[in-house]
């Protein structure tokens, strides 16, 4: 399985759980979304593809790297700002992400789904001269969903763009400032199907079928996804569109 590192932690336990009851071993590659999807497709191996974004899925979807008719959603997403427990460089809003001082890491938009997100919300909410301050204040573009995450609890940086669910990965040391609800631009979801290149297609739907059981959503619920848009929409406290694709402007590439 080729996944995106979004939903590591649920994951990791939903493939326990699946070994445990079938014997069958699950070798699982995490990363951002775009970069193992890229490795999935240069082995031309990997049975099931598990983004952490509809916008990889959807282009994995027109590429032809998965059977269409198997993708199903897992769970939801919202994004927000993540910082150090106990906020000590006192951030409330997007905005001050562009204070002098402040160190922020986003996770890299070309490869990694919570990256896209980031981009997005910058490019929709801050002006020019904030988002000239912001890149000034941006000292990391992190490999994936995880290392985003990392990147507050070892404290390299104050704050992240990240997902709201970061918090429950490392509660000790990560906090979650949320957006402003006209900040968030979509909601997004963890899709998974199987792959075109499966070698054992009933075996791989046989996996995604205990995800989706009420095992694997008490899974992903002991971690704190949202597993409906509406649990996400009530949180942000507005209905916002699901999933969708976002083009990453040519200047956030190799920057």
Partial sequence: MFAGAASKPATEEVVKAFEKKTGVKVNVTFGGSGFVLSQMTLAKKGDIYFPGSSDYMEIAKKRGDIIQETEKYVA?????INVQKGNPKGIKSLADLSRPGVRVAIANPEGVCVGLYAVEIIERN??????TAFLKNLVNFTESCEKTATAVSLKTV???IGWRVFQYWDPERIETIPLKRHEIIRVGYIPIAVSKFTSNRVLAQKFIDFVLSENGKKIFRHYNYFMSPEEAQSWIGQKKPIGGEYEVPKNWIKR
Avoid: F, T
Avoid at 76 to 80: F, N, R, W
Avoid at 126 to 131: F, H, I, M, P, V
């Fill in 76 to 80: 939801y997403l919202v994004p927000a």
């Fill in 126 to 131: 801050l002006n020019s001269a904030q988002k």
């Fill in 158 to 160: 104050d704050a992240v």
